[in-house]
């Protein structure tokens, strides 16, 4: 079935510093990757849309400056949160669109803690 | 009014009981409607998927989907303490692109 992977699946950085995130799919290609931020007791809020080859989408209100996405291959994209505030500790999760066509594979999530 | 109104829970139920997970929603353009299971601290997994109106079943798992009312259902039958996770719903339409759409997701427990 249709993998993917994700990580770091945890990370804590100091305030100010950037951190980068990757998914790959393990065994298809994923043209298109999405990204969501989870909050506790909260749905997944879709963040952008990634396409290989091209510049992400960002879904209204998402500071694309801040959050910096890469989609350079059919198997990796990259999510850095630059410059990062606590305000960012969040549970990021990335999904890949690959096997049927509904089957929307996620990642395992990666914990952000910002101190 | 969300896209996705779902029942956050926390759910708590004895081993061996049936489970009923809800989700209700606005948009009469959705046509694909999704049950996600996650375990604490991880991704989402894909539980079960139906397309329009009708059940689906899967082992101990139903899906059911009545778009008239706008609203769809997981069943769980004779439920064990490894079903204790959270339930997203997730659903989306043909004209609402690659996005979906989450319920906030239930929160059950299984008491063994």
């Known amino acids: 079935g249709a993998v993917v992977s994700q990580h770091p699946s945890r990370v804590i950085c100091k305030s100010g510093t950037s951190v980068k995130i990757e998914c790959r799919s393990l065994?298809?290609?994923?043209?298109?990757m999405f990204w969501y931020r989870q909050f506790p007791k909260k749905s997944l809020m879709l963040m952008a849309t990634s396409n290989e080859g091209s510049k992400a989408t960002y879904e209204q209100g998402v500071e694309k400056d801040k959050f910096l996405i890469n989609h350079a291959s059919l198997t990796l994209s990259t999510l850095t949160v630059t410059s990062a505030h606590p305000e960012d500790s969040s549970f990021y999760i990335c999904s890949a669109r690959g096997g049927t066509n509904y089957g929307y594979t996620f990642g395992s999530g990666t914990r952000l803690t910002v101190v | 009014q969300k896209e996705v109104e779902q029942d956050p829970g926390p759910l708590s139920v004895p081993e061996g009981a049936i489970v009923s997970l809800n989700c209700t929603y606005s948009n009469s353009a959705f046509q694909y409607f999704m049950w996600y299971r996650q375990y604490s601290r991880k991704g989402p997994e894909l539980l079960m998927y139906?397309?329009?109106?009708g059940n689906k079943e899967d082992g101990r798992f139903t899906a059911q989907v009545d778009k008239s009312s706008k609203y769809i259902s997981l069943f769980i039958r004779d439920s064990q303490p490894s079903d204790s996770a959270t339930y997203l719903c997730a659903m989306r339409g043909k004209n609402t692109g690659n996005q979906f759409y989450f319920g906030t997701g239930t929160s059950l427990t299984v008491i063994p």
């Open positions: 139906t397309y329009s109106s």
């Open positions: 065994d298809f290609q994923a043209t298109t």
